[in-house]
């Protein structure tokens, strides 16, 4: 084989369900078995759809690894009467997936709600983790801001009036906003995700489903320090990739990564949320520069 053909290999996508809890989960997977391992946390109200460009552009360098939590994609969806949606049980969840596979190092790209979902599994299992990728993921108070006033009045009373105030968050024009909200040319976005998205979220019960993860968010604030804790004693290594005109998760968010981080690499994209959708080519690039750094210093530590 030439290096050109070595340089031009393409490593097909697989699409797997695996059993976890007595619960389908679904998944994205691509790239060498014995290649480091990428393993993609998504957002809501998306899935492991997020990564769909994402995971061909890494998988000849990486083994790129991305579960749809349950309620999301085309994961089981159980009845909320009969499942727990709750931060810790997704990250229970995804714990469990992660075993079941063989991942036993890993580098995590968490955005959104993959943040404290992905901060979790690291607090489970520390030695696991590699590096970190966080895109638009929150692990500070500064980063929720004004979006998150309703959220935060649903946290402090429960009630049925405040949790119907955010059923908006789940209908169609929210889903698209999220989308196109702080994008400087909407042409470059695929319409497909946000219907894919919503297709999800009209599925009868699903909106319950949301509510009680909305409720379920407040429960990883108390967890920021000890997700700081673990940034300031395993220092892994991280590049923030931020769209930084986010209104969910906006660029204060970002800013006290490094108070906590040594290794720590920020760039502030001039897009919304997904900033995939816009930004994808140069977030896969420092993602391959970045993270094929920190496997170089690792293998040149072993010998």
């Known amino acids: 084989m030439t290096a050109v053909e070595t340089q031009t290999q393409t490593y097909p996508v697989h699409y797997k369900t ?19 391992v990428i393993l993609l946390l998504h957002g809501f109200p998306t899935s492991s759809h997020m990564f769909r460009n994402l995971i061909p552009r890494l998988a000849g360098s990486f083994r790129v690894v991305a579960p749809d939590y349950p309620g999301y994609g085309q994961s089981s969806m159980p009845d909320h009467k009969s499942f727990e949606y709750s931060f810790e049980n997704l990250a229970n969840i995804v714990n469990g997936f992660v075993e079941s596979i063989g991942l036993t190092k890993y580098s995590m790209y968490v955005m959104d709600y993959g943040a404290p979902i992905g901060y979790r599994l690291a607090l489970l299992h520390l030695e696991r983790v590699q590096a970190l990728i966080v895109q638009n993921g ?17 946290w402090a009373e429960p009630t049925p009036e405040n949790r119907a105030a955010l059923y908006f968050l789940s209908d169609p024009k929210s889903t698209r906003w999220q ?16 219907l894919v998205d919503q297709v999800g979220l009209d599925r009868p019960g699903n909106l319950d489903i ?38 969910i998760f906006p660029a204060e968010g970002a800013a006290p990564y490094p108070r906590d981080l040594k290794n720590v ?6 897009t919304g949320h997904f900033a995939l959708e816009t930004h ?15 496997d170089s210093k690792r293998t040149a530590s072993r010998n």
């Not at 929150?138 to 649903?154: M, Q, S, T, V």
């Not at 909200?181 to 976005?189: A, H, K, P, Y």
């Not at 409720?215 to 892994?236: C, D, H, I």
């Not at 994808?280 to 920190?294: N, P, T, W």
């Open 18 to 36: 695996v059993r976890i809890h007595n619960q389908d989960i679904f998944c994205r997977e691509a790239g060498p078995q014995g290649a480091p």
């Open 179 to 194: 989308y196109e909200t702080g994008v400087q040319d909407t042409s470059l976005l695929d319409p497909t995700t946000w």
């Open 210 to 247: 949301q509510m009680d993860l909305m409720l379920s968010y407040g429960t990883n604030v108390p967890l920021y320090p000890e997700f700081q804790a673990f940034f300031r004693k395993y220092q892994p290594p991280t590049l923030i990739v931020w769209g930084k005109n986010d209104f």
């Open 280 to 294: 994808g080519e140069e977030i896969a690039s420092r993602m391959e520069g970045f993270l094929l750094k920190q």
């Open 138 to 154: 929150n692990a500070y108070e500064e980063g929720l801001l004004k979006f998150w006033d309703p959220i935060k009045k649903y």
């Open 265 to 270: 690499e920020t760039h502030l994209l001039d």
